[in-house]
Structure formats: structure tokens, C-alpha cells
């Protein structure tokens, strides 16, 4: 099913620099004040208009992660409102609770941010889940821009028609382990990187997962009375037909137990593996192993209409 349909790179926007020089989108005193307001939605903590479907690996004792990576499919989840975001990415976490260090990187929908509801290639971290520190992309000190060409914010050109021409960006977060610099990649270039120095407890992963995040927010952080959460990823629920449902694939981690000069990227391990679905009738999520008849390698469905999801 999934090899009767034409699969196209998503032509992310693209500036070339001359050498010496990157891309990076100009930062307003606006800006800072929407990313701001989006941000404060991102913490690991259950919030009213805030819901989540993914998969996660959790390492064992004398285990760490070094790198996460997939494939997704990209799409442009309808949206209602500037207070509605709509995300799909991969990411790599250590801590719990306050101690919370994490990177998120992929696609999302968030008119607040971007002033308008476009897609587009995004990146987020954190030191402190969310309290005090991190952002969004490049609109604080944080994220460092090496490529001339492909940069966070970029837009994304095209997208996924459902039952069409599937459009995929592979997405792959590393750490160096010699600067411990946590790399990003989005398309097969490498964007740039998280500095080691950013993260209180980030030498190494305790989880990496890959999924969606849907926001419905105001001033308050609670939705307004009868709103409805937006769609993930195409809107529709997984059904086994990858022109259907958004999916992750190629899904590997970056593993070694004890040695990351060492770690390699493998597939993951279903019996490490933890689901979040924090509500079946808005979103699902669907892990279908080693798809090996179209060759998809290790691959995941998920996504939904949304809807009524906090009534």
C-alpha cells in the first residue's frame, strides 16, 4: 500500500548564505512574546487542551541513549485558532519532573509562533522541563546554526495529500561524543546544535521517543469552554495504509551500554517500549514493528481528528 503512492522530499524553504555566513529569521520583540506564550504549554505535566500520543524507550540499568531518529511524514493539521498548535517530532530526554532535560525536533502548525498556519521544520529544548529555560528554534541563545542553507523556522513547501504523493523528512538528534554537542539533522543536512553546556543532565538519554503533541490554549493555559483540540498529524486515525495516517519510519535509536564512543543506531526494542494515548477517541497511535514487505524497517502510525477531547 504505502509503495503505490510517489514519496517527494518536502522542498523546506532555503536561503543560501555566502561562506561564513548562516540563515537564521529575524527575531522581533513580538516574536519573543508569542514563543513565550507557546512554550509555557510544552512541560511534562498533564494540562486541560494539552494532549499526546507517542512511543518511548526507556533505558535499563547501566544503559544510556545517545541519538533518536525516523522518518515522518509531513501534513499540515487543520488548526482553528492562533491559541491551537499541532506537532510531530522525535526526542531525547533525561530526568524527571524539575530535572527534566529535553530536545524536540520535527514539523509543527503553530500560528501563534509563525503568524500564520503554515508548516514548518522546529526544533525545542529544555534544562528545567520547561520552567525557566529553552525555547523554540533560534529565538533565544541556545540552538547554534551551522548549515548555509536549511534553517529552524523554515517552511515547509509541501506536504502529504491523503490517499496521494506522501511527502517525508528524516529527523535524527545525535550527541557528539567528544564535545557532547547534541546534533540535529532534518532532511539529510545537518542543521546545526544544542551546546553540551545548555542541559544540567544531558550527557547521555534516558528515553527517546517519537509521536505528536496537540495544544489548545489560553492566557490561562486552560481551553476556553467548548473548544476543540486540532487535528495531528493528517487528521486521520491510523489504519495499517501509510498514505492514510501520519507515520514515523525507519525508526531507530543510537544505544550502548557503558561506551558512547562505541554506540550505533539500531531498531527498537518492543519490549522497552512505553505508549502514551492520553485520549483514544481524539488521537491514536499504532506500532507496527519491522514492516518488511515495503520496506519501511520499524515503523509507527498515529494521529487523529481531535475534536471534543477535554469534555
Known sequence: MYNSTPKLKPFLEKIVCPIGKVPIRRTTEDDLTKSKSSFNT??????????????YMRTKVNESY??????SSIYNPTVTSKDQSSATHAWVQNGEGGGTNKIYAG????????GNEGTYAYAEWTSDNFKNTGCFNLRCPGFVQTSQEMFLDARVERISAYNGVMIEMPITLTKDSETNNWWLSLD?????????????????????????????TSATSIPPLGMVSPQMGSGYFPDNTFHHGSYFIHMQYQYQPGNHANAIFVPPNKDRMNWVR???KCFGIEYYGNVK???????????????QCDA
Open 42 to 55: 510544552e512541560a511534562e505535566q498533564v494540562i486541560p487542551g494539552i494532549h499526546v500520543v507517542e512511543v
Open 66 to 71: 545517545y541519538g533518536v531518529s525516523g522518518t
Open 107 to 114: 514539523w509543527h502548525v503553530d500560528p501563534k509562533l509563525h
Open 188 to 216: 539529510n543536512t545537518w542543521v546545526g546544535y544544542f551546546p553540551a553546556a545548555l542541559f544540567s543532565n544531558l550527557k547521555s538519554a534516558d528515553k527517546v521517543g517519537w509521536g505528536g503533541r496537540t495544544t489548545t
Open 278 to 280: 492520553d485520549n483514544k
Open 293 to 307: 514487505d515495503n520496506g519501511l524497517g520499524y515503523s509507527l502510525q498515529f494521529g487523529g481528528p481531535g475534536g
